[in-house]
């Protein structure tokens, strides 16, 4: 018997037997068909294998370079908010420490304001305090003497003057009748001051020496009347004018009051004020403007005027006597000055 190989009977002389189902019976027509179809696959398929190949592998290239673009750019991104966060904690707590500075600096800016304010009052309280024993001191003639010899005098009167226009310029035009406190320091302070001056006029040798060398002080007094609104710190302006009355008894004084073309105008405004006093006290100077000559040559026009003989005209029917009377002198001045005329 021979061996079996391969489920093949084999044959030791001839080799493997070969069956009949090892072969397939095909048509030669088909066979040929066959090969074409193969050889045209063999020639049409490298080509289409080949061009979709090289589409893909371009699409796979492209799309593994947008990747890695892509992973750079989320990199850089990444860093990128790295450092504003970094810059973000930093900022933080500058602000944080910018905020606790500021808060420090209000609350020491609040006590510095406080302290400021006590100073203040305080210098205040000692400038009022000192210009009252000055205004005492200067109703004593042998002082305002004493006072010129000493020649500190006109020092005084600028640093003075400066003063009372400070506080002046400092009032609000629109809250004048709100703030207005007759016993505060302030206004103590500048009514002793004002009072001084009137005592200095009231010497002679005083209004003689403001006539010469006051200059800048009663320049300043008419300048500070014109600003101030009726009705307001009337006390003050009697003094001023009581001042301006007193430099005006002396001839050089007078003329040069006069010569301030704004005189005439605060006189007007100055009798229409609606406190009495002062009224009686502009009046007075008005009168004193009446009894020199050559300043009536210099003003003979604007003491015609109408208007300011009617406004005197209404202050002869005051109630106050004093006023009604003084009014009534002045209309009788002005009315021979215009007989005169």
């Given at each position: 018997?021979?061996?079996?190989?391969?489920?093949?009977?084999?044959?030791?002389?001839?080799?493997?037997?070969?069956?009949?189902?090892?072969?397939?019976?095909?048509?030669?027509?088909?066979?040929?068909?066959?090969?074409?179809?193969?050889?045209?696959?063999?020639?049409?398929?490298?080509?289409?294998?080949?061009?979709?190949?090289?589409?893909?592998?371009?699409?796979?290239?492209?799309?593994?370079?947008?990747?890695?673009?892509?992973?750079q750019e989320q990199e850089q991104l990444r860093q990128e908010g790295l450092h504003l966060q970094s810059r973000l904690?930093?900022?933080?707590?500058?602000?944080?420490?910018?905020?606790?500075?500021?808060?420090?600096?209000?609350?020491?800016?609040?006590?510095?304001?406080?302290?400021?304010?006590?100073?203040?009052?305080?210098?205040?309280?000692?400038?009022?305090?000192?210009?009252?024993?000055?205004?005492?001191?200067?109703?004593?003639?042998?002082?305002?003497?004493?006072?010129?010899?000493?020649?500190?005098?006109?020092?005084?009167l600028t640093v003075a003057a400066q003063t009372l226009e400070s506080f002046v310029k400092s009032l609000d035009e629109?809250?004048?009748?709100?703030?207005?406190?007759?016993?505060?320091?302030?206004?103590?302070?500048?009514?002793?001051?004002?009072?001084?001056?009137?005592?200095?006029?009231?010497?002679?040798?005083?209004?003689?020496?403001?006539?010469?060398?006051?200059?800048?002080?009663?320049?300043?007094?008419?300048?500070?009347?014109?600003?101030?609104?009726?009705?307001?710190?009337?006390?003050?302006?009697?003094?001023?004018?009581?001042?301006?009355?007193?430099?005006?008894?002396?001839?050089?004084?007078?003329?040069?009051?006069?010569?301030?073309?704004?005189?005439?105008?605060?006189?007007?405004?100055?009798?229409?004020?609606?406190?009495?006093?002062?009224?009686?006290?502009?009046?007075?100077?008005?009168?004193?403007?009446?009894?020199?000559?050559?300043?009536?040559?210099?003003?003979?026009?604007?003491?015609?005027?109408?208007?300011?003989?009617?406004?005197?005209?209404?202050?002869?029917?005051?109630?106050?006597?004093?006023?009604?009377?003084?009014?009534?002198?002045?209309?009788?001045?002005?009315?021979?000055?215009?007989?005169?005329?």
């Amino acid at each position: 018997m021979s061996p079996l190989f391969g489920g093949k009977t084999m044959d030791h002389k001839h080799g493997p037997k070969v069956n009949e189902d090892d072969f397939v019976r095909v048509r030669r027509k088909d066979l040929e068909k066959l090969t074409t179809e193969v050889m045209q696959l063999r020639e049409f398929l490298p080509r289409v294998l080949n061009g979709n190949l090289t589409e893909m592998l371009h699409k796979a290239q492209r799309a593994e370079t947008k990747k890695d673009h892509l992973v750079q750019e989320q990199e850089q991104l990444r860093q990128e908010g790295l450092h504003l966060q970094s810059r973000l904690d930093a900022v933080q707590t500058e602000c944080q420490k910018e905020r606790e500075e500021k808060l420090l600096l209000r609350e020491q800016l609040w006590r510095s304001g406080t302290e400021l304010q006590q100073q203040a009052d305080f210098c205040s309280g000692l400038g009022s305090a000192a210009c009252s024993l000055l205004w005492s001191c200067s109703a004593r003639e042998d002082t305002v003497t004493l006072w010129l010899t000493d020649g500190k005098l006109q020092s005084f009167l600028t640093v003075a003057a400066q003063t009372l226009e400070s506080f002046v310029k400092s009032l609000d035009e629109e809250m004048k009748i709100q703030t207005e406190d007759h016993n505060s320091h302030e206004h103590q302070f500048v009514l002793a001051l004002v009072g001084t001056f009137t005592n200095i006029a009231a010497v002679t040798c005083g209004r003689d020496f403001l006539s010469s060398s006051g200059h800048v002080l009663l320049d300043t007094l008419i300048k500070l009347l014109d600003l101030m609104k009726p009705g307001i710190f009337p006390k003050l302006k009697v003094l001023m004018l009581m001042a301006l009355y007193n430099v005006s008894i002396s001839v050089k004084g007078l003329k040069y009051i006069t010569a301030n073309k704004g005189l005439m105008a605060l006189i007007w405004t100055l009798l229409g004020d609606g406190h009495w006093e002062v009224c009686l006290h502009c009046l007075r100077l008005l009168q004193s403007v009446l009894l020199e000559e050559d300043v009536l040559l210099l003003l003979g026009s604007s003491l015609l005027e109408p208007d300011l003989q009617a406004r005197v005209s209404q202050l002869t029917s005051s109630v106050q006597p004093g006023l009604r009377v003084t009014a009534q002198q002045t209309l009788e001045d002005l009315q021979a000055l215009q007989q005169g005329q």
